[in-house]
């Protein structure tokens, strides 16, 4: 029995820190990141067809040159199949909760690069048709070992943990969705802030939205509380930031502006609140505090 | 099967280099 304890104790533990990590992951994606998302091979190998491209144009054989030139395009095509398939799974990976992909883009990439493959050596060079199959099988078995499989399994929330929640998983996936979409309007309206404290502020305010939306994944039994939360206070900030960048010219240092950075520092102080307020299940704090905002947003005049 | 992950990749991207040095070859020197 000690032993059992002993055992299941640190596992226990070991998959809350793991699956805080994903959090943690899930809550620092940037979209768009640079990184493990590059197919380079797929990026780079594909020029040496330019060299034949080039003698074939200058020899003038027309057959060639378009062979080539479909073959550079197929490749070019699943490079960026795959590479939108790589993205697609680190998200996924990220995740707590994830359908799987519903195309799956390395396989297609793949096959778009065995296409490829074979279009180069049937159309171009004086390959046989079994010759060039065979190029083309390899070609595209090698993208598949070098880059994988897409993820095929959705993975939800454990039975147990979504009865005591009350929700299903799609609920939860929706809610978080939804949010992250918002999240990105607001970085994006961020981006063309020409001021660097509030930049810096809605990115504050940002990634502490995704540590929430992190803790909802991992615990989803405030959802319908904390949606609500996520709902006010992430459109008021989204119309806020919106409506701020498309007068910012006339509006800096004007008594609008100050308030505009009033209601971000609520926001900020909010979410920075929120983690707390979500563990200590209390819904008071949460009406008060979508209270708060919405009268703020009244008085400052700035939604 | 039976590999690691990353002998896979590096399989993988052998492979797709090789292919792809090969049918660029035989288009040229055809």
């Given at each position: 029995v000690v032993d059992d304890g002993d055992s299941r104790h640190p596992a226990s533990v070991a998959r809350r820190v793991r699956s805080h990590d994903f959090g943690a992951a899930a809550a620092n994606r940037a979209p768009?990141?640079?990184?493990?998302?590059?197919a380079w091979v797929l990026r780079i190998a594909p020029a040496m067809l330019a060299l034949p491209l080039v003698s074939g144009l200058i020899v003038g054989n027309v057959g060639d040159v378009l062979a080539f030139a479909l073959a550079l395009a197929l490749f070019y095509g699943g490079m960026v199949l795959v590479e939108q398939g790589l993205a697609r799974e680190a998200d996924y990976r990220a995740r707590q909760l994830a359908k799987a992909p519903k195309a799956p883009r390395k396989l297609l990439g793949a096959l778009a690069v065995a296409a490829g493959a074979f279009v180069c050596s049937y159309g171009a060079s004086s390959d046989g048709l079994i010759l060039a199959l065979v190029y083309g099988a390899l070609a595209g078995l090698g993208c598949v070992l070098a880059?994988?499989?897409?993820?095929?399994?959705d993975k939800g929330l454990e039975p147990e943990l979504a009865r005591r929640a009350g929700v299903r998983t799609d609920q939860v996936i929706e809610a978080i969705t939804e949010a992250e979409a918002k999240l990105g309007e607001i970085e994006q309206a961020a981006a063309?802030?020409?001021n660097r404290e509030l930049t810096d502020r809605l990115a504050r305010i940002v990634a502490k939205a995704r540590a929430v939306l992190a803790q909802i994944e991992q615990d989803p039994s405030d959802l319908r509380r904390a949606r609500r939360f996520l709902v006010t206070y992430l459109d008021g900030t989204r119309d806020v930031v919106k409506k701020y960048t498309q007068q910012q010219q006339d509006l800096a240092d004007t008594e609008l502006a100050a308030n505009f950075r009033h209601v971000l520092e609520t926001v900020e102080q909010v979410f920075a609140e929120q983690e707390e307020v979500l563990k200590r299940n209390e819904t008071m704090d949460l009406e008060v505090q979508i209270e708060v905002l919405r009268t703020q947003l009244e008085r400052e005049g700035v939604a | 099967v039976g590999m690691s992950p990353r002998m896979r990749t590096g399989l993988g991207v052998a492979l797709l280099l090789l292919v792809l040095a090969i049918i660029t070859l035989r288009a040229w020197f055809t």
């Open positions: 768009g990141g640079a990184g493990p998302d590059r880059y994988g499989l897409d993820p095929s399994r063309s802030l020409h | -």
